[in-house]
Structures are given as C-alpha cells and as structure tokens.
C-alpha cells in the first residue's frame, strides 16, 4: 500500500510537469490550428538555456526561469512573425512540415552547439526530499509541480480576464469578427505562438531540473505533449491540466504493474481509448 502511494504520487508530480509541457502546445494547436512538431525541439532549447544561466552564471534554475521564458517568446515571436506567418492559412501539412524541418533544425544546431552528451542541472536541493509518512517527496520535482500549476492558473487568467487573452480567445473562435473589432492578426499570432514558445522554455528548465536532457529529447516530448492535449481537450488551461496528470498517474501504474518499458505504451493506449470515447477530451467541448 505504501508503495502504491508512492506511485501515485511521482505520477501527480510527475503529471503536473507534463502538463506545462503540452500547454503552450495546446495554445497554439487551438488558436492558430497549427500542430507544432518542432515544440520538444523548444523545451530542449528552454532546458539548456537553463542550464546555461546555472552552469555560468549561476542563476537558480527556478530564479530563472522568467528569462527563459522572455528569452524563448522572443525566439517564438519571431519564428511565427517571419515563417510561420507565411502559411499560418494554408493547408496543415505544410506548417507540419515546416515545423518537422524546424524540428530537424535545432536539433541538430543543439547538437554541435552542446554535443550529446546528457546534461543535469544540480542545484544543492536537487537529492533533498520531503517525508510525509510512508511518502517521499523529491523537493525538485515539488517545486516543479508548484510551479506548473502556478503557471496553468495564471494561463487560466490570462485568456480569461486580459484584454490580449479575450483577444486571443476571439481569434480562435472567429477570426472574422475579430477583425471587424480591430485585432490585428498576424501581430496577434506572433504574440500567441510567442506564449505559446515562452511556456515551452519554462517547461524546459523545469524538465532539466528532474531529469537528464540531451539534444534528442524533442521529438519524444512533442509525442507526449500532443497526447496530453488530446486527453485533456483544448479549449482550456485546466483541460491540459488534468490531462497532464491523469498521463502521468496512467505511466506511473504502468511502471510499478507492467515495467517501465511498457510505460508509453499505456500512455497512447489511453491516448486510443480517449479518441474513441470521448474525441473532444476529457474536459473538451462536446458539438
């Protein structure tokens, strides 16, 4: 029993990262209906960018995670500002296929800038832990957690009660009308992929916090991201949520009941499961 709680709860902590990682996925999925394939490519570049700012200059990962974020919505704003842009009302298979090059790109722009090597970022609290009981929590993962949510909340807010969020909201649900009230498109598409890149740079430093990074993580990550934003739905920030966490609960049964190497795949059997039970997602709009 004891271990199962245990489980458990590695699988909420583990589901809260995994939630800011699919959440500026699902952002851009549903306001400018482009499927990022480059977006893991994103949280890499977010994660070494905090291991840079640790390694030489010695800014705490969580500390900085405001200029990771500032730093990747500029790279955001102007990747959609000067290419996306260009085919954002095209057809989806050529923005899969420029953001699969992109992907390509910086994979390999990591790759010689950083090498293969696997990279850590170690702050002194990083072996720390939390004893509730029979339960131990690993206090980077908690403050991952926290911060996940913290952020999914102030995402929450953001759409809801900002003028730029209803902005952004209205282009997503009509972009027609929203013209005719004077919101200019293509800058409010920057600043949306922008949020969008800006989230995935958080969720970087997060991911290097508990776990090893490399330049080939992309492409897995956006496979999970993607799944998440199925589960959860897209219409908002709590969808995403949710199914961040009910993915990391579902891997982490799989592990302790069938091995860890079957871990994705029960992942993407409920990602199955979803899609034919309920496709809008668990918390998604029903037509």
Known sequence: MDLLAQILINGILLGGLYAIMALGLALVWGVLNIVNLAHGAFIMLGAYLSWHLYTYLGIDPFLGLPITAIIMFALGYAVQRGLLNLVVRGPMFNTLLITFGLEVVLTYLAQLTFSADFRTINPPYAGNSIALGPVVLPQARLMAFGVAIVLTLAMWAFLLRSKLGRAIRATAQNL????????????????????????????????????????????????????????????????????????????????????????????????????????????????
């Open 176 to 287: 027609v009308a929203a013209r005719l009230y004077g919101v200019e498109p293509r800058h409010l598409y920057a600043v949306t992929f922008g949020i969008g890149i800006g989230l995935a740079g958080a969720a970087g430093g997060l991911y290097g916090t508990v776990s090893q990074i490399n330049p080939y993580i992309g492409a897995a990550l956006t496979a999970k991201c993607f799944a998440i934003a199925i589960i959860g739905g897209l219409d908002n920030p709590f969808g995403v949520l949710v199914g961040g966490l009910f993915l990391g609960i579902i891997e982490s049964l799989a592990v302790l009941y069938i091995g860890a190497t079957f871990a994705d795949v029960a992942s993407f059997g409920v990602l199955v499961a979803v899609l034919i039970v309920r496709p809008s997602g668990l918390l998604g709009k029903t037509a």
